[in-house]
DNA sequence: CTCTCTGCAAATCTTTTGCAGTCCT
DNA sequence: AGGACTGCAAAAGATTTGCAGAGAG
């Protein structure tokens, strides 16, 4: 089974075992999520999804991110900025992020010695750990050639 | 000179050249924060104020906050619930947080391999890191021992 | 039919801003 | 005196919630 079919199936058990009902606007808001990539904030997906079904409000795709998130097909990730960001996480290992704070663009990366590494210092503390981020904010390396540009045509 | 009088120095000398006064609030508000340890929220502070000078109201907490961190006295950082948190940021080098999601409790650490880790990514994707936050989320080793404790009750 | 959903509008919650009066310098 | 500062109240921006009508099972 592909992973689309398998994340939809999921979802729907996810509801049927809360006692909650499939229905057409949970399922835009479902498909149109598991089509985009990215880390989407509540509206940038409010935005897609309307473009679809221009009669889904956003309370809706609110209230199905959080669903999303409960049945792990969805993480919440905050970069800083005034909202949250919503990434896939079925099938989506973890992983942390470079934010370029001209462009906003997020470049992924993982690390496995910084994964081994903070379990160490979570065991030498004596902490359990459930999940954690790392971010790194800077320059990306288009918009330091965009600045040197600029600078040269000075 | 230690490191409150320098502090002092640092904010007032900022204050004067960015053409801004020196005021009885200010002062109350930098020193009430100089004499914290740890992470606080704007609100956590602006009560601590309160118990100094009960007339200081919030916005001058959140803008005087501002103005600390402007001159490098403070340094924002959040902690994934709702607010912002402030830590001392002059002569207190970068580190990371340990948060218990049962008692909010923050541990801080530092690791010099995951900060070179850091670097060595950043270098790799040619971006230029300015600054970056790492966070762990899990139980503290006290509340492991709570909850230890009551299913042992049971 | 019942019980959940939905979209709207209104409410939250933290942080910011406009304003009229107050206080440094 | 004059511009910057302050506290209040109101605004803002993201997210949540109450409600009455609509729809799934």
Known sequence: MSDF?????IFFNHLKESGLKK??????????????????????????????????????????LKLMCEC?????????DG??????????PHHDHLICTECSDLIEFYSETIEKKQ??????HNFKPTHHSLRIWGICSAC???TKTKAAAK
Chains 1, 2 share one sequence.
């Open 5 to 9: 079919a398998k994340e939809k199936e």
């Open 23 to 64: 229905t057409g606007q949970r399922e835009v808001i479902l498909v149109v999520f598991l089509k985009t990539e990215g880390h989407l904030s509540a509206e940038d997906l409010y935005n897609l999804v309307k473009a679809e079904d221009p009669t889904v409000g956003f309370t809706t795709v609110y209230r199905t």
């Open 72 to 80: 792990g097909l969805a993480r919440e990730e905050g970069m800083g």
């Open 83 to 92: 909202f949250k960001r919503y990434e896939h996480h079925y099938n989506h």
């Open 119 to 124: 379990d160490e210092i979570a065991l030498s």
């Open 144 to 146: 330091q050639k965009k």
